[in-house]
């Protein structure tokens, strides 16, 4: 017997069509065919789809199920060939109770197969009462057998054309209208940042010592295992260039026993460490990071455009960063707007993924190297400790490409477009090539660095300033709030307020070719002047320069090289202008 051939669920509707099938089961005068001008009959339609008149007549027996089934579903072809369930009233006094239920909850679903099977037998229990009080004996008793069985409730979902996925985030119900408000609105913020002191910090969770979720294996029962919910916590900075900052990684102990004596993760690990009881962000901790920043920027002589998102630990003084200007996302918007979430994140925790399977199977290779009886027992703390995870993070934030950086920031879409041709020329240039990201420097600036920086603030002004004016296409209200109203994006000068000490010391001829030690050794204001513990540090940093400028002219004043009296004269002036800064 030749075998029966398969028919799409398309086909067949198709077939019924022509037939003159409607989808509540009547029929009306088929269709003409445009070349012989006759009506459609079962063998016609049988002969155009190379089938039997039987298959048809099979068809439209079952038309009304057949046109009510949705083509793109998967599994609901064969849905047509189950049978009609003994109690259609039941099941469609549930089918519209879900329906209401995940109306109200704003599409967020909560229906499982055993909840769906506890609430059958609820309103199993409510037509009971109605039939009482009504004296309807009619499919009583069969209603009153009924179990929701699990057979029972696979077939509803099949019926009803129901299906089990996984849910989704919060990107699904974000109205795209308000999401380009919000882009906009970003865009206008951004516009005069060059993408070079553009960056996105967000914290990943990582379960640092979980196998893999799906595997590969025999079916025979074997396939559960125990996860392993030890977590760690990476913070993740990437700049909008395509450049990354070092790894910060927060853990819950203050030095775990896996840590080799005398190891410093920030000199040895080339990353950063802290501990907190839950190994997650918190305001003291994220104040220490944020310092970081801002001192990693005043050692570059600029500014730095810090995007963040509304996490409670992220709210802090930011008036006391003087080179950070910080630019907060739009609550629940994170997932569409945070270059981070969109495929920073992904990337890294997948290579990480990849790495913790490789360094397994290296360990086990070298146990089955051993003699079975020296083996060390499997345990996945001892195969992965800490250390270790450190390490396999560092080597995966390294991995992640420069090309889904730049690619993250594009998707986002909340730059300017001039600062989008920028990323744009920078993917270019990248290609295909999997180019792991660079680093930024962290080390002091030279006078000609700050100089091309300072350049690249007025040329990325320039070009904002001129979107902002000319080429924005809507003008959309600012529907983040007025947080960061008071930024004038006319003046540039704002930007360059974090540079104005290292500048006004370049500006002055004895410090023009000073070199990174001379002016750090301006910075170390603590260990050359006595009043910075009564004064602040800017103000004792003036009494420092000044009295220096005063004792070098006092120096240059002296004929001879080895005059002691000019010394004494040089010491004394800068002597008076302490105690005098002191006294007022």
């Excluded at 680093?439 to 040329?459: L, S």
């Excluded at 960061?484 to 070719?513: C, K, M, W, Y």
């Amino acid at each position: 017997m030749p075998p029966r051939k398969q028919i799409s669920l398309a086909r067949k509707q198709e077939a019924l069509l022509l037939l003159g099938g409607h989808a509540t089961g009547n029929f009306s005068p088929p269709k003409i065919d445009t070349e012989t001008g006759k009506r459609h009959s079962l063998r016609t339609v049988a002969k155009l789809f190379k089938v039997s008149p039987a298959a048809v007549a099979g068809w439209k027996k079952n038309s009304s199920a057949i046109l009510s089934m949705n083509v793109s579903s998967r599994c609901i072809a064969k849905s047509f060939r189950l049978p009609m369930g003994s109690f259609p009233k039941l099941e469609a006094s549930l089918l519209t109770y879900m329906r209401e239920c995940v109306r109200y909850m704003h599409q967020q679903n909560i229906f499982r197969e055993d909840v769906i099977r506890v609430k059958a037998l609820e309103v199993r229990d409510e037509m009971l009462r109605q039939m009482y009080g009504s004296n309807q004996d009619e499919n009583r008793r069969e209603l009153q057998e009924f179990k929701a069985s699990h057979g029972w409730a696979w077939n509803f979902i099949k019926r009803n054309n129901l299906t089990s996925k996984h849910p989704m985030g919060d990107a699904v119900f974000i109205s795209l209208q308000t999401l380009a408000d919000h882009r906009i609105t970003m865009k206008k913020k951004l516009a005069l940042w060059p993408i070079e002191h553009l960056c996105n910090t967000d914290e990943v969770a990582l379960l640092y010592r979980s196998l893999p979720s799906r595997t590969v294996h025999e079916n025979n029962g074997t396939s559960s295992f125990v996860r392993v919910k030890d977590r760690m916590t990476a913070v993740l900075t990437v700049y909008a260039d395509g450049k990354k900052a070092p790894l910060t990684v927060i853990g819950k102990s203050m030095r775990p026993r896996s840590f080799p004596r005398h190891v410093n993760p920030a000199r040895d690990l080339g990353l950063f460490y802290y501990p907190q009881a839950n190994a997650w962000n918190t305001q003291p901790l994220w104040m220490t990071i944020a310092e970081g920043f801002d001192k990693m920027s005043l050692l570059q002589g600029s500014k730095l455009g810090l995007i963040l998102d509304n996490c409670s630990a992220h709210s802090i003084d930011y008036e006391a960063l003087k080179n950070v200007k910080r630019y907060f996302l739009p609550p629940n918007r994170t997932s569409a707007l945070q270059p981070v979430d969109c495929a920073v994140g992904r990337s890294f925790k997948c290579a990480y993924r990849r790495l913790v399977v490789s360094f397994i199977l290296s360990k086990v290779r070298k146990a089955f190297a051993m003699d079975a009886a020296e083996r060390p027992t499997f345990k996945i703390t001892d195969f992965v400790t800490a250390y270790d995870a450190l390490l396999l993070m560092r080597q995966a934030w390294d991995m992640v490409p420069k090309r889904v950086i730049l690619k993250a920031w594009l998707k986002t879409d909340i730059l300017s477009p001039p600062q989008l041709q920028d990323i744009q020329r920078l993917l270019g240039e990248c290609g295909n090539i999997q180019e792991a990201a660079m680093k930024p420097q962290h080390g002091r600036a030279t006078q000609t660095e700050i100089m091309a920086a300072d350049a690249r603030f007025v040329a990325a002004a320039e070009r904002g300033r001129q979107w902002v004016e000319e080429e924005e296409p809507d003008d959309a209200p600012d529907v983040m709030g007025d947080s960061d109203a008071g930024d004038d994006l006319s003046v540039v000068e704002n930007i360059h307020v974090a540079t104005e000490d290292t500048q006004e010391l370049q500006r002055l001829p004895e410090f023009s070719d000073v070199d990174s030690e001379a002016l750090a050794m301006l910075y170390d204001v603590e260990a050359n002047v006595d009043v910075c513990r009564q004064v602040g540090e800017d103000d004792a940093l003036q009494v420092a320069v000044e009295g220096t400028l005063q004792g070098d002219v006092n120096e240059g004043d002296g004929v001879d090289e080895g005059d002691a009296s000019a010394e004494s004269d040089g010491e004394e002036a800068a002597s008076n202008n302490t105690a005098s800064f002191a006294a007022h």
